[in-house]
């Protein structure tokens, strides 16, 4: 799957693959999923490594990447939060998730969950809310 990606979709990074698989066992993953509901709190940038090098000949100091990179994180700023609303807002799990095999099933057991629990939060405010007017 790793290779489909990679190919079908271009890297942000020369030399790094766009695609990433791993395995998680089942008490990962719930954690996991919880995670990718909640909204982005912070922002990540990816920066090429330099080193210093220095010509003894001539004492001239240039910069050289190395090839490296380095991932920084930080809060994410108001105006990358309003994009990433634009971008991401209005995408449902379904839209956001793609594999196959067994991450099918394990989207279908996350869906009905997910509708279970947006239902009762609804009932309970629904309740709620009746009180007000009794």
């Not at 090098?53 to 240039?62: Q, R, Y």
């Not at 839209?95 to 279908?108: P, R, T």
Request: aromatic share 8%.
């Amino acid at each position: 799957m790793v290779d489909k990606v990679t190919k079908r979709y271009p890297s942000l990074l020369p030399g790094v693959p766009a695609g990433d698989a791993r395995r998680f066992s089942a008490s990962e993953i719930l954690g996991r999923v919880w995670y990718s509901f909640k909204a982005p709190c912070s922002e990540h940038n990816v920066y090429r490594k330099k080193k210093q090098e220095i010509d003894w000949e001539n004492g001239e100091i240039s910069t050289a990447f190395t090839g490296k990179f380095r991932q920084r994180k930080r809060e994410i700023r108001p105006g990358n939060a309003v994009r990433m609303v634009k971008v991401m807002g209005s995408r449902t799990m379904p839209e956001l998730a793609f594999g196959g095999g067994n991450g099918v099933a394990l989207l279908e057991r996350v869906e009905g969950a997910v509708r279970r629990m947006l239902e009762k939060e609804d009932r309970d405010t629904k309740r709620r809310l009746a009180r007000l007017f009794e």
